[in-house]
């Protein structure tokens, strides 16, 4: 299975900086597509778009983003990152995706989580007593509806199903269902007895900050039958491609510190980091995928040799970095980079086998 390297983001609008300019919710659904159709054009394997439920995010719906995506895009597989699923009706979510995939004739993904921002719940009228509960009463119930219609399906948490006919159906024979982990070994557990591919957030500490997660995950799924080698892992980390190593880490750290600060306040206030903290986790040894394109090349084979990673997904752009710079940054990536890795990773599954 080829490497595959993405790029998602959460349409997040933050004042700028530099010169306090704060971007309309317009410009920043316009970019978002803009960023899908320059990540197709350049190769890269995977847009995504995550859900949040804020004024200072634009992606409420993402489905909405993604299937407007479909229509200026040939090859790119498009994704959630993450669909908050346990304040989303699965029946609804299933024929969102159909319809993506529809679209962009096969082009799919859910990535399914719980959610770690949590402004949904009460206003879907979900309460958060039931969060695990609810989680996984509804992704049985997604994959139930992937796997066969018509459905007969009962939960507690929902109304059952009988003999429900959830329509469209996918392009193809299916749409890849991923479950998106942030750290929790209870989930990664969950996940790997699925036989379900993961996604893992990372967004700081060092590189091997998942490899006991990940080892569980792949134990659990070992024991419940699957074949965990087969089980793809994809790790979601912030960064940024520059010309250099210093362009790179000083175009990105006033934006990212930023939207630390303004937008990552889902547990009360945000936080600053440090720029010494930030250079740290543009190190070597720490997680942000951030530098020039030999450094980011360097990351992910060290993120591929770590974990066995068959996909990167990168954010790149978080707290509103201008678009111009964004888009560099996105166009070295599949050009730069991505080739350069999906050819050594080749390499290395070639010589292990």
Known sequence: MAFEIGIMTFGE??????????????????????QAKVADE????????????????VGSAPTILLAAAAEHTKNIK?????????????VRVWEQFATIDLLSEGRAEIIAGRGSYTESFP??????????????EKLDLLLKIRDQNPLTWQGRLRAPLVDADIAPRAYGDTIPIWVGVGGSPASAVSTGRLGLPMAMALLLGPVNFHLETIELYREAAEQAGHDAAALPVSIVAGGL??????????????????GMLDNNHQRGAGFLIPRTAFDAQASPQGGLLVGSPQEVIDKLLAYNEVYGLGRAIIQM???????TEHLKAIERLGTEVAPVVRREVAAREKSAA
Not at 78 to 89: F, K, P, Q
Not at 123 to 133: H, K, P, Q, S, T
């Open 78 to 90: 498009l994704t959630s990152s993450v669909t908050v699923l346990s304040s989303e009706d699965p």
């Open 317 to 323: 752009g978080f707290g509103g970095m201008p678009q």
């Open 42 to 57: 350049v190769g890269l394997d995977l847009f995504g778009v995550g859900e949040h439920h804020r004024t200072d995010f």
């Open 241 to 258: 491609v520059g010309r250099t190593s210093q362009e790179a880490r000083d175009g990105m750290y006033p934006y990212f510190a930023k």
């Open 123 to 136: 206003l879907f009228g979900y309460d958060l007593r039931n969060y695990a509960e609810l989680f996984r």
């Open 13 to 34: 609008i933050t004042e700028d900086p530099a010169t306090g300019a704060l971007p309309s919710p317009a410009q920043r659904v316009r970019e978002t597509i803009e």
